[in-house]
């Protein structure tokens, strides 16, 4: 069983005055996205605790305060921003969690890479062929694209949406005119989370100090 494919946390050293609830950081990466009216954005969950959680980001904070982290499975949970600073932000679950649930990944879906929705146009050349298409969603590893013009399953394909460096990939399937294609190379995590960035940008929030009597994780 692979590294991501298993999890613990380890009681983190704090000022005791300063939360109620014990927090715990996670020994692994876990990565998780944020859920805002600006967009979708990729961080990873650095401290955890029944009441709250603190995200390192690849960026600047969104400017919502309130929204949603979702987990690789799927499950979400709506959160408060509480403070933010130096590409990391402290939030506050809406109500009270289990750690091994949050850590651990319980649900009915299996945990898989990250996809961020979005909707951008894009162009897709083929066998000589371009083709105008629409971004559905974009991971590390790929794209789901929406096409008018069928493409073959395997068929070798360039992508190209504008903030993106091109991608050179594959069609893995198709059900209609939505294609799922994989790419000849991955991008790293940062570099994932700051072309996700580019792709939506944002105005960004001002920044906050990390006040004792505020922070949860």
């Known amino acids: 069983m692979s590294a991501m494919e298993t ?23 876990r990565v998780a996205k944020l859920l805002c ?24 904070t969104p400017p919502d305060t309130h929204l949603f982290l979702e987990l690789g499975n799927g499950q979400r949970y ?3 921003r509480m403070w933010h ?27 898989r890479p990250m996809r961020l929705r979005m909707e951008k ?6 066998k000589g062929t371009e083709h105008r298409a629409m971004l559905a969603n974009l991971s590390q590893h790929g794209a789901c694209i929406e096409t008018g013009s069928p493409l073959a399953v395997c068929e070798r394909l360039r992508l190209e949406v504008d903030g993106l460096p091109p991608r050179v990939g594959h069609v893995r399937w198709r059900k209609g005119s939505t294609h799922g294609l994989v790419f000849q190379q991955a991008f790293r995590l940062d570099e994932f989370a700051k072309h996700a960035f580019a792709l939506q ?9 990390d006040v004792p009597s505020a922070r949860v994780a």
């Open 85 to 111: 600073r130096d590409f990391h932000a402290g939030f506050r679950f809406s109500c009270s969690i289990g750690i091994a649930e949050f850590t651990e990944e319980f649900g009915p879906h299996p945990r």
């Open 201 to 209: 940008p944002f105005v960004p929030a001002p920044e906050m100090e």
């Open 37 to 60: 009216e600006t967009g979708e954005y990729v961080g990873v969950v650095r401290d955890i605790s029944s009441t709250g959680t603190k995200v390192r980001l690849f960026h600047e």
């Open 78 to 80: 709506a959160v408060e």
């Open 121 to 126: 146009p894009v162009l897709v050349a083929a």
């Open 7 to 29: 999890e613990s946390v380890a009681p983190a050293e704090e000022r005791p005055e300063l939360r109620a609830e014990p927090r715990f950081t996670l020994t692994i990466m």
